[in-house]
């Protein structure tokens, strides 16, 4: 069946979290859509919470090909069919009604919809982040609002809607965590593709501990520079 959109949600131990999400995101979308669910070990026992709670077939377990966070976005990004994409996380209680606004984008034409916390509407500066994450997101988005064209506020954000088009055109080439979603924007916006974003929440954990780690923030750099160069030498990559 084809579907308009993929929702993906890698997990790892988010069985206190998962429920509540899945439940949400089934009854609260509007439209045609999957859930991939991408899993590390078949011993995570939010698969067996899955199993046990769900049986619909828009919800789809898949095995990790790789490892990790952004090895599950590679493997469910490469069997996704549905006209975009769109990340989501195990634990984000706040934003399903957000996935809706994406998608409603996308159809007035846009190739990728950036969740924002920092333009109006977003709520940032309500929740509270570690200080170095917090400090670092605000600087990237000052430099990258100020010195570029790029159309998001907040360019760190793994939230993100993808058309297919890009999915299929720009192999993830990042290694590490949320990295693929800033990679694929800088491609995106150095191809001259049209790029638009939503106000969203910062997911505030209810249970379990965050998957983020200080150590990844060095590989968003290069995707950095290379949107800040895309201003310099811009390509005219999208037919």
């Known amino acids: 069946m084809k579907y308009d959109l993929d929702i993906v949600i890698p997990v790892y131990f988010e069985e206190r979290n998962i429920a509540e999400t899945l439940e949400n995101i089934l009854k609260r979308i509007k439209i045609n859509f999957r859930i991939i669910i991408v899993y590390d070990y078949l011993e995570d026992p939010t698969v067996n919470e899955i199993k046990n709670n769900f049986n619909d077939k828009k919800i789809i377990l898949l095995k990790n090909k790789f490892s990790g966070l952004n090895g599950a976005v590679k493997t469910a990004f490469k069997i996704s069919n549905a006209k975009a994409a769109i990340l989501y996380t195990a634990e984000d209680h706040q934003n399903y009604d957000v996935i809706n606004k994406m998608y409603d984008k996308f159809n007035q034409g846009y190739d990728v919809v950036c969740a924002s916390r920092l333009m109006t509407g977003g709520d940032y500066y309500q929740v509270k982040e570690p200080l170095i994450k917090s400090i670092l997101v605000k600087i990237v988005s000052y430099i990258l609002s100020n010195f570029t064209s790029l159309q998001t506020t907040d360019p760190t954000n793994g939230f993100r809607l993808f058309s297919n088009e890009i999915i299929k055109k720009f ?69």
Do not use: D
């Open 171 to 239: 192999p993830i080439e990042s290694k590490r965590g949320f990295t693929f979603a800033i990679e694929l924007l800088a491609k995106a916006y150095r191809n001259n593709y049209k790029i638009t974003e939503v106000p969203s929440n910062t997911p505030a954990r209810k249970m379990g501990n965050s998957k983020f780690k200080y150590k990844t923030i060095i590989f968003y750099l290069p995707w950095f520079i290379n949107i800040l160069l895309s201003r310099i030498n811009p390509k005219n990559g999208k037919s």
